[in-house]
Each structure stands twice: as C-alpha cells, then as structure tokens.
C-alpha cells in the first residue's frame, strides 16, 4: 500500500487523543475552497480542523496528526452512528477528511482518485475496516446541523465499491510526455510488469484511465498531482533520462 502524496500544512486546533484509538473516518464537505479552508484551520480563532483536506484538483493537505484528535466532529445532536460511544466526544476515536467544494457538487474525478487513496491507506495504517458503520458522514454524529455535510455529491457507492476491492483500476500505469520517451517507458513498464503505457496527447492532458491508476509513474513533464506518482523527469529529455536510468537501477 503506498501512501499518498500529502502536503503537511499543519493547525494549531487539535487536541491528544485521551487513549482513543481510530476507529471510523469521517467525511466532510468545506462548503469552500481547499485553500480557504488552509487558512480558516490555520486561525486559532476559528477553534476548528481536520485531519486532511482533498482539493477538486487532487492535492491532499494534512493539518493535524494522525495520532492526536481534530476538531472536527465535536458536537453531537441526533446521531445515527452505532459506534458512537456515549459521552465521549468523537474526535478522540475518528478521522477527519474534508472535501474541497459545495454540498451536492458532483465530485470530480481527480479529487475522487485522491480520496480513494487517502481512504485506502488510511485503513490499512490504522487497522480501519470497510463497513458502513467505519466510514461514515458527518451527518451520522450530527444529523440536525450537518444534514448537509458530506451531502448528496458524495460519491458513497462508488467509494464502497472500490475499497471493497471491485475495482476497475489499473495497478499501474506508465504516463510518457511525448511518443520519443517511450524507449524508456517500455523498460519502466517492463519493471512493473509490463503494465499499461500512456503518452499525453497533443495538448498535454492526462488520460482518464492513467490519472485514475492507483501508481502512476510519470516520464518527463510536469508533475500530474497524481496522489501515487513517481515522477521520472528533468528539465530536458537528458535529465530524464538520467532519472529513468536512476529508477531502474
Ligand atoms: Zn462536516
């Protein structure tokens, strides 16, 4: 399991964790942008945060650690949630992932790709099963105030049915930026075993069925924000290929 590429930004909102353990991740919709939320979790007047934030782009943003409680989902009024533990608030035992965007926004695919990662190494990190019960909405601890939160865009079935494992995804895949990488592209797949081979189109663009990979590795170009990339690449087509030669030992 790789984990994936996540941007420390940090927040002075948190607390310990009071001997709770992780039980449940929990998901958010900010009703705004990845990087307003940066800042509103950066204010400690604002006396909020989570554990991550995954913009529409795909870029993952951690503000607290995994091993103290955010500020997230502290206040209960009519929960739906059978492992609530009575009394005690619930940002000791869960995890906090917001979502860039409004509620009822349908999810992008970048951002959904991204999410699914966070989830799937988050689970196996902190020994979190796939139930309806484990990974849950913010409506669950409070169903008056957060009826909305994540809301009807989130993409439950979908996010269900790939943690589960009946997934489409490629493993891996090999993104070239132009056909004249793909000398290097068919050792780095040879590597992978012989794992599919993209090449940008004319306009630069990421084909669908490479970003939604769940490793990409990326020879020459920019970086995709894919939130498993390695990326093998240089400021000329030397540099790359001295990064692919590096990679493949
Ligand atoms: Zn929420």
Redesign the pocket.
């Known amino acids: 399991m790789d984990k994936p590429t996540i941007v420390w930004k940090g927040s002075p909102n948190f607390g310990d964790r009071k001997g709770y353990k992780p039980l449940a991740i929990?998901?958010?919709?900010m009703s705004g942008t990845l990087i307003g939320t940066d800042s509103w979790f950066a204010n400690p007047s604002s006396k909020v945060s989570?554990h991550f934030g995954v913009g529409k782009n795909g870029e993952i943003h951690q503000y607290v650690e995994l091993t103290n409680s955010a500020w997230?989902?502290g206040s209960v009024n009519k929960p739906n949630w059978p492992l609530l533990i009575p009394g005690v608030n619930p940002n000791y035992y869960t995890v906090?992932i917001?979502h860039e965007g409004a509620s009822g926004d349908v999810m992008q695919e970048a951002q959904y790709r991204s999410t699914l990662a966070l989830h799937r190494w988050l689970m196996v990190t902190l020994g979190i099963p796939v139930t309806g019960d484990t990974i849950i909405?913010?409506?669950r601890i409070?169903s008056v105030n957060?009826s909305m939160?994540?809301g009807t865009g989130f993409p439950w079935d979908r996010l269900f049915k790939d943690l589960i494992g009946g997934s489409d995804m490629l493993k891996v895949a090999v993104l070239l930026y132009t056909k004249e990488d793909f000398w290097a592209g068919t050792d780095v797949a040879a590597k992978n075993g012989n794992c599919a081979i993209f090449v940008r189109p004319a306009d630069h663009s990421v084909p669908a069925d490479a970003i939604g990979a769940q490793k990409l590795i990326v020879v020459g170009g920019p970086t995709t924000n894919h939130p498993n990339e390695v990326l093998l690449s240089g400021n000329d087509k030397y540099q790359t290929a001295a990064a692919v030669a590096k990679y493949l030992g």
């Open positions: 929990v998901d958010h919709i989570s997230a989902n906090s917001e909405g913010h409506n409070d957060r939160c994540p």
